[in-house]
């Protein structure tokens, strides 16, 4: 099968592509960069500029699936221009595709589009699965609606749109957990303000194997794309630091120094979401790594 990548090239693109390469698949993807265009019997790239709506209408040629990845990368400070660059670097995206599809003869059936957990309310206790129609308001939370907007217009030409909600991606090359295990090595380590924030999080290898899944069921709707045991930031940094074998002797960071570190972006670090992956589970979908133990002990043995 032909499948068209956006992000191909980023940290959950690039284990994707080699995955969907694994089992045969042809990938076509859509990069900002014309330096990482590469041209090779089964991975071919293809430049595009959202911003500018520029887009070669060949990336588009036989493919039957879409996964849509693409986003500027919101670890980066929140300054007002960066903040239209997250929000219009997923939507102004998906437009541009969407307007392809519509315009070009084609045989997309699927979207499977990248989402986010900001979606959820904050909670410490209460679990929150795909029904729940509360949404916070926040910055990031605003982005992930005006993104799974943009994407489900695809249902109105007929074609399937799956959406990933997903949580903190566990990977060693890059992410939230290298910048974790960093002050941890260096034993300066420590949770985060009460600790208690809950995260829910995702082994990358399980993420990848959820979008092939995706592909394969040809799943339809939204579904969290979590691990089922998610974990407070104590519990995430006390496995840390036990499968590093390094102490933890430092007090929890409070929240007021890393809102003057790193402004609003914080969030990041303090925001709770306890979600649900019943949904995914229900699908038949298996995780190889359902403990942060499993996870992080495979991720840095
Ligand atoms: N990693 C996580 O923990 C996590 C959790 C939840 C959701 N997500 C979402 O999943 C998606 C992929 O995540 P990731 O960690 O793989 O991200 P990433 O490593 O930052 O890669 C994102 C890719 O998006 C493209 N991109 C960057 N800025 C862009 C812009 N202004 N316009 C168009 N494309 C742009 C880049 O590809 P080119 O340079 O080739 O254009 C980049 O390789 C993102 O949308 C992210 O928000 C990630």
Same mark, same amino acid.
């Given at each position: 099968?032909?499948?068209?990548?956006?992000?191909?090239?980023?940290?959950?693109?690039?284990?994707?592509?080699?995955?969907?390469?694994?089992?045969?698949?042809?990938?076509?993807?859509?990069?900002?960069?014309? &330096?990482?265009?590469?041209?090779?019997?089964?991975?071919?790239?293809?430049?595009?500029?959202?911003?500018?709506?520029?887009?070669?209408?060949?990336?588009?040629?036989?493919?039957?699936?879409?996964?849509?990845?693409? /986003?500027?990368?919101?670890?980066?400070?929140?300054?007002?221009?960066?903040?239209?660059?997250?929000?219009?670097?997923?939507?102004?995206?998906?437009?541009?595709?969407?307007?392809?599809?519509?315009?070009?003869?084609?045989?997309?059936?699927?979207?499977?589009?990248?989402?986010?957990?900001? *979606?959820?309310?904050?909670?410490?206790?209460?679990?929150?699965?795909?029904?729940? +129609?509360?949404?916070?308001?926040?910055?990031?939370?605003?982005?992930?609606?005006?993104?799974?907007?943009?994407?489900?217009?695809?249902?109105?030409?007929? *074609?399937?749109?799956?959406?990933?909600?997903?949580?903190?991606?566990? &990977?060693?090359?890059? /992410?939230?957990?290298?910048?974790?295990?960093?002050?941890?090595?260096?034993?300066?380590?420590?949770?985060?303000?009460?600790?208690?924030? *809950?995260?829910?999080?995702?082994? +990358?290898?399980?993420?990848?194997?959820?979008?092939?899944?995706?592909?394969?069921?040809?799943?339809?709707?939204?579904?969290?794309?979590?691990?089922?045991?998610?974990?407070?930031?104590?519990?995430?940094?006390?496995?840390?630091?036990?499968?590093?074998?390094?102490?933890?002797?430092?007090?929890?960071?409070?929240?007021?120094?890393?809102?003057?570190?790193? /402004?609003?972006? &914080?969030?990041?670090?303090?925001?709770?979401?306890?979600?649900?992956?019943?949904?995914?589970?229900?699908? /038949?979908?298996?995780?190889?790594? &359902?403990?942060?133990?499993?996870?992080?002990?495979?991720?840095?043995?």
């Amino acid at each position: 099968m032909k499948i068209l990548i956006t992000g191909a090239t980023g940290l959950i693109g690039g284990e994707l592509v080699k995955l969907l390469l694994e089992k045969n698949h042809t990938v076509n993807y859509l990069t900002t960069s014309k &330096s990482k265009i590469k041209d090779k019997l089964n991975y071919k790239g293809f430049f595009w500029n959202p911003q500018e709506g520029k887009i070669d209408d060949r990336c588009i040629y036989d493919v039957e699936v879409i996964i849509h990845l693409a /986003g500027a990368n919101i670890a980066q400070r929140w300054t007002n221009e960066y903040k239209q660059e997250i929000i219009e670097s997923r939507t102004l995206s998906s437009e541009l595709i969407f307007n392809l599809v519509k315009k070009v003869p084609n045989q997309v059936k699927q979207i499977i589009s990248a989402s986010g957990t900001a *979606i959820y309310p904050e909670s410490f206790s209460k679990v929150y699965d795909e029904t729940e +129609i509360e949404s916070e308001d926040s910055f990031l939370s605003n982005v992930v609606k005006k993104w799974e907007e943009s994407v489900d217009t695809f249902n109105t030409l007929g *074609i399937k749109v799956c959406k990933l909600r997903t949580g903190i991606v566990l &990977s060693n090359k890059g /992410g939230a957990l290298p910048e974790m295990v960093k002050p941890i090595k260096l034993g300066v380590g420590a949770a985060m303000g009460s600790g208690k924030q *809950i995260q829910s999080w995702i082994h +990358i290898n399980d993420l990848v194997a959820m979008y092939n899944f995706a592909i394969e069921k040809q799943l339809n709707g939204v579904y969290n794309a979590v691990s089922p045991n998610p974990i407070t930031n104590q519990v995430l940094t006390k496995a840390i630091a036990k499968n590093l074998k390094k102490p933890l002797w430092l007090p929890n960071v409070p929240e007021f120094v890393m809102k003057l570190a790193l /402004g609003e972006m &914080s969030y990041l670090l303090f925001s709770s979401k306890n979600l649900s992956s019943k949904k995914i589970l229900d699908t /038949g979908f298996q995780f190889q790594f &359902s403990t942060i133990e499993n996870a992080i002990e495979d991720l840095y043995a």
